[in-house]
């Protein structure tokens, strides 16, 4: 036994909306993502004896989340994919779209999801913290327990794979300029856009 | 003209990560390199897309069964350990001892290990108190439940965690009330069962192959196999009040609504036939371990949590489980 499920259930309700959306932008899945999120907070509540205060509270949930989301990754990674939804997304990918087709966001959505699933857990992870949540890569260090220097080369080695597989939906996309990701900020874990819940 | 820049290159030095020289000479390849330009702003167009991904939202069912699983959590721990003298609440945990205090994480660097368990229940956790309630069932039900007492009759498979005298059951393990699921639109039966185990991940073929044994011996013993080809299950031989309309939410077996259980089994199955419906623990939480034949031969094994049901599988694990022999 570890934590107590009240004050523990208050700071799952503080940070939820920021873990679900780690959690279900790494997994894609709903159920998957809830079954996780699920499991990382139970992990917590038990390892809270464990947490020393040696890391910000939210850096330390963030961890267990992401941490609950790559076992899972591995753990599907590991035995032959059922779900149709995966299927779908592949055969999406394997085909490919109208290049520049604007008609749906979803597609767009099914192919950059594909897309992640082809890279190792390691980089998605990043990807996930640093471009698609905005967290700064110091942030995304602290949670994932990797310098800076590791989240850099793996979000550019990422970027890199990923880029055949989005090819066709790159056309007209919007563009940042030079250095956009190389975000520094570090200290609180807050994501630069999305996200929404506030700060512990 | 320098050499062209690799995807990866480029993608470092956006971000920043290449050293200066490679850099500068990164940076003088790109002024001059229509190809290489393009390159780099479909890079800026990828991190461009990952931001713009949509993702649902975060639906509300899922804050109240996290709360609940929480607050079903809290109820497996000490206050069940006491009923069940020299037996650990949740086997296989790491570190599942019985700690005296918790970290207090948001006062990091100060009072950490001041932090006191709540004595009592917030509304927050009594939402999930049904939950609780069920988990609280399930614990007494398997650690108070009758111990087999031929020694021969212990399964392998299981860790010294697990209860010493044998396989704990639950009194209702042997008269568990048959059941139903959907298969195909058919209806077919199972009667669950409550092993006592406490699956574990690395364990779970091991744990489902001796699960499937005593499932066995307790047919034998009831004269009845305790899952049925969907199809061949009439009501007649239904246990009244599980099958009665209406009647079954009342009912529970090991602490889960019936009319859950029948539902959860009905959404994994999907179809399947049913070999066995363990109710217990998986990784110390509550959990049901359904075990259907595979299409191609042998098994699947599936763990649900305990907000499984028809609508939601909660599943927690799955495994394929071969055909012995």
């Given at each position: 036994m570890a934590g107590d499920a009240d004050a523990f259930g208050q700071l799952f309700l503080r940070h939820r909306d920021r873990l679900w959306a780690i959690a279900i932008r790494t997994l894609s899945d709903p159920d998957e993502a809830a079954d996780a999120l699920q499991e990382a907070m139970i992990s917590a509540f038990r390892r809270a004896d464990g947490f020393r205060g040696d890391s910000a509270v939210t850096t330390w949930l963030h961890r267990i989340v992401v941490n609950a989301c790559l076992d899972r990754m591995r753990r599907k990674a590991a035995r032959p994919a059922s779900g149709s939804a995966d299927e779908a997304a592949l055969d999406s990918l394997a085909l490919g779209h109208a290049i520049g087709d604007p008609s749906a966001a979803s597609d767009t959505a099914i192919d950059v999801r594909a897309a992640l699933r082809t890279l190792p857990p390691g980089q998605q992870a990043v990807l996930v913290l640093v471009d698609m949540l905005g967290y700064p890569v110091a942030d995304a260090a602290a949670i994932l327990g990797i310098s800076a220097g590791t989240v850099k080369s793996r979000c550019a080695r990422g970027r890199a794979r990923l880029l055949p597989h989005l090819a066709h939906l790159r056309q007209g996309g919007p563009a940042t300029g030079p250095q956009a990701g190389n975000r520094s900020a570090a200290g609180n874990v807050s994501p630069a856009r999305g996200g929404g819940d506030d700060q512990s | 003209m320098t050499r062209h820049v690799s995807a990866e290159a480029l993608a470092r030095y956006r971000e920043g990560d290449l050293r200066r020289r490679r850099l500068s000479r990164v940076r003088a390849h790109l002024a001059g390199c229509p190809r290489c330009a393009a390159l780099d702003r479909d890079l800026a167009r990828v991190t461009a897309l990952l931001a713009s991904a949509p993702a649902p939202a975060m639906p509300p069912q899922v804050t109240d069964r996290i709360q609940a699983a929480l607050a079903a959590e809290r109820a497996l721990s000490p206050a069940s350990a006491r009923h069940t003298p020299g037996q650990p609440a949740r086997a296989g945990q790491p570190g599942g001892g019985q700690p005296q205090h918790a970290?207090?994480?948001?006062?990091?660097?100060?009072?950490?290990?001041?932090?006191?368990?709540?004595?009592?229940?917030?509304?927050?956790?009594?939402?999930?108190?049904?939950?609780?309630?069920?988990?609280?069932?399930?614990?007494?039900?398997?650690?108070?439940?009758?111990?087999?007492?031929?020694?021969?009759?212990?399964?392998?498979?299981?860790?010294?965690?697990?209860?010493?005298?044998?396989?704990?059951?639950?009194?209702?393990?042997?008269?568990?009330?048959?059941?139903?699921?959907?298969?195909?639109?058919?209806?077919?039966?199972?009667?669950?069962?409550?092993?006592?185990?406490?699956?574990?991940?690395?364990?779970?073929?091991?744990?489902?192959?001796?699960?499937?044994?005593?499932?066995?011996?307790?047919?034998?013993?009831?004269?009845?196999?305790?899952?049925?080809?969907?199809?061949?299950?009439?009501?007649?031989?239904?246990?009244?009040?599980?099958?009665?309309?209406?009647?079954?939410?009342?009912?529970?077996?090991?602490?889960?609504?019936?009319?859950?259980?029948?539902?959860?089994?009905?959404?994994?199955?999907?179809?399947?036939?049913?070999?066995?419906?363990?109710?217990?623990?998986?990784?110390?939480?509550?959990?049901?371990?359904?075990?259907?034949?595979?299409?191609?031969?042998?098994?699947?094994?599936?763990?649900?949590?305990?907000?499984?049901?028809?609508?939601?599988?909660?599943?927690?694990?799955?495994?394929?489980?071969?055909?012995?022999?």
């Open positions: - | 970290g207090q994480p948001q006062h990091a660097g100060g009072g950490g290990r001041g932090w006191r368990l709540a004595a009592a229940w917030s509304p927050l956790a009594a939402r999930g108190a049904a939950v609780a309630a069920a988990a609280v069932v399930i614990a007494a039900g398997v650690y108070g439940g009758i111990q087999l007492t031929a020694g021969g009759q212990s399964a392998a498979g299981h860790s010294a965690a697990e209860p010493a005298a044998g396989i704990a059951r639950s009194p209702a393990m042997s008269g568990g009330p048959l059941l139903h699921y959907l298969a195909g639109g058919k209806k077919a039966g199972f009667t669950p069962v409550s092993t006592g185990t406490n699956f574990q991940p690395r364990r779970l073929r091991s744990q489902v192959r001796s699960a499937l044994q005593q499932d066995e011996r307790l047919s034998a013993e009831a004269g009845s196999p305790s899952t049925s080809a969907p199809g061949t299950t009439s009501t007649q031989n239904a246990a009244p009040n599980a099958s009665a309309p209406g009647a079954g939410s009342s009912q529970s077996f090991a602490g889960l609504p019936v009319a859950a259980l029948q539902g959860c089994v009905t959404r994994i199955a999907a179809g399947s036939r049913v070999l066995l419906v363990d109710v217990g623990r998986y990784q110390g939480r509550p959990a049901t371990v359904i075990v259907t034949a595979a299409p191609g031969g042998g098994s699947r094994i599936w763990v649900a949590g305990s907000g499984c049901a028809r609508s939601d599988s909660d599943l927690i694990a799955q495994a394929s489980l071969p055909a012995a022999g």
